[in-house]
Structures are given as structure tokens and as C-alpha cells.
Nanobody, 123 residues
């Protein structure tokens, strides 16, 4: 089992920044590719970003490319999402997820999920 706990969400004005963290425990963190997803009210959960086990490769949804940065610190068993130039449409619950060995764009491919952290961007 891998336990994931997100933190760092909150209320921010448009144009502002937030940094989300996801603390992992349980199995060996570096064996898992990681992803960030988000879910707005009334919408399906959607892919935001993913990162390989070593952190040497990342991938982003077009809607966040150039504004968000995913990173990880395997020594600290922690995943991050730096969010800059936030927009009201970035509002939602943000989830981190772990998938053994390789990453994916799809929610159903991930093995473990955190409980989520709320991000609200006001206009």
C-alpha cells in the first residue's frame, strides 16, 4: 500500500501562485510514477501533470503547460506541483496519484490516490 496526503491548497486571486505537496508513505516512493489530477464541481477528474520515477521526464495538460511545474524529491518521498499565473478555471480539488513503474494520462491506470486538496482561484 502507498498512502498519499496532499497539502498546500487554498484560496488565491487570479494571477497568484500556490505550491501543492503530496507526501507519500508505505512502499518505495521511487518505484512509482506520479501524477496530479483535478476535479472541478460537476466535472470529471482530469489529468494535470505526470512525472517519471526518477523525475527526469514530465508531461502536462495543454491547459496548464507553461504555468505549472511538477517535481519530486525521492529522498523526502514528496511530490510537488508549483502553480503560477492561476486562473479561475484552475479551481477544483487537486489529487496526487501513484502508479507502479510507469505513468499515465488516465485516472483508471493509477493504483493509489490521495484525499485531495481544494484550490480556489477568485477572479
Amino acid at each position: 500500500q502507498v498512502q498519499l496526503v496532499e497539502s498546500g491548497g487554498g484560496l488565491v486571486q487570479a494571477g497568484g501562485s500556490l505550491r501543492l505537496s503530496c507526501a507519500a508513505s508505505g512502499r518505495t516512493f521511487s518505484n512509482y510514477a506520479m501524477g496530479w489530477f483535478r476535479q472541478a464541481p460537476g466535472k470529471e477528474r482530469e489529468f494535470v501533470a505526470r512525472i517519471t520515477r526518477s523525475g527526469d521526464s514530465t508531461d502536462y495538460a495543454d491547459s496548464v503547460k507553461g504555468r505549472f511545474t511538477i517535481s519530486r524529491d525521492n529522498a523526502k518521498n514528496t511530490l510537488y506541483l508549483q502553480m503560477n499565473t492561476l486562473k479561475p478555471e484552475d479551481t477544483g480539488v487537486y489529487y496526487c496519484a501513484a502508479r507502479f513503474l510507469t505513468g499515465s494520462y488516465y485516472t483508471y491506470d493509477y493504483d493509489y490516490w490521495g484525499q485531495g486538496t481544494q484550490v480556489t482561484v477568485s477572479s
